[in-house]
Antibody
């Protein structure tokens, strides 16, 4: 059974870079049927798509974050990563990684809480 | 920018049918999916491609689309269905490809 697990610092200072890794287990990343995405959720609020990386290595980012976001993939390690620069307190929240099949996110990680605070 | 609009809250009595709407321009030309999120948990896909259920999702969950509105229907609602529900669509005509609705809190009274 496919599982995704987010990891990374739970506390990031304002203006610094948030870095998270998602580790995939119980399945392969070497399938063109799937892509991999990051979604976040501020406390008590809704879901916001951050971006996705496709089997081809191409990426697709939320335009509102595009200048600050990088998503990369390391297929042999079965990991993909998120870097978000110049974060602010408003970006505190739970960050989820997910496997994307076509147009929907069919498996999600448990999420990791990132607090942006000095 | 493209937006999906959901009612903030819906209430239903146990055993009754709950309907949650999601509206957006030209939504009928896109595929809509739905996620269920219980407090403290990750979202779970309950409907994809407008009306398909993933393996393991109960038959009481169904989806439909008409015009610019997608609808999630829960028949014979159970207390365990109390959760937040989010619609999501994919828009290739703009630069924001993945769009989530604002979410609907379903309360089973």
């Amino acid at each position: 059974q496919l599982q995704l697990q987010e990891s990374g610092p739970g506390l990031v200072k304002p203006s610094e870079t948030l870095s998270l890794t998602c580790t995939v287990s119980g399945g392969s990343m070497r399938s063109s049927s799937y892509s991999w995405g990051w979604i976040r959720q501020p406390p008590g609020k809704g879901l916001e798509w951050i971006g996705s990386i496709y089997y081809s290595g191409n990426t697709d980012y939320n335009p509102s974050l595009k200048s600050r976001v990088t998503i990369s993939i390391d297929t042999p390690k079965k990991q993909f990563s998120l870097r978000l620069s110049s974060v602010t307190a408003a970006e505190t929240g739970v960050y989820y990684c997910a496997r994307q099949e076509q147009l929907w996110f069919e498996t999600w990680g448990q999420g990791t809480l990132v607090n942006v605070s000095s | 920018s493209y937006e999906l609009t959901q009612p903030p809250s819906v209430s239903v009595s146990p055993g009754q049918t709950a309907t949650i709407s999601c509206s957006g321009a030209r939504l009928g030309n896109k595929y809509t999916c739905w996620y269920q999120q219980k407090p403290g948990q990750s979202p779970v896909l309950v409907i994809f491609q407008n009306n398909k259920r993933p393996t393991g999702i109960p038959q009481r969950f169904s989806g439909s689309i008409s015009g610019d509105t997608a609808t999630l229907t829960i028949s014979g609602t159970q207390a365990t269905d109390e959760a937040d529900y989010y619609c999501q669509a994919w828009d290739s005509t703009t630069t924001l490809h993945v769009i989530f609705g604002g979410g609907t809190r379903l309360t089973v009274l």
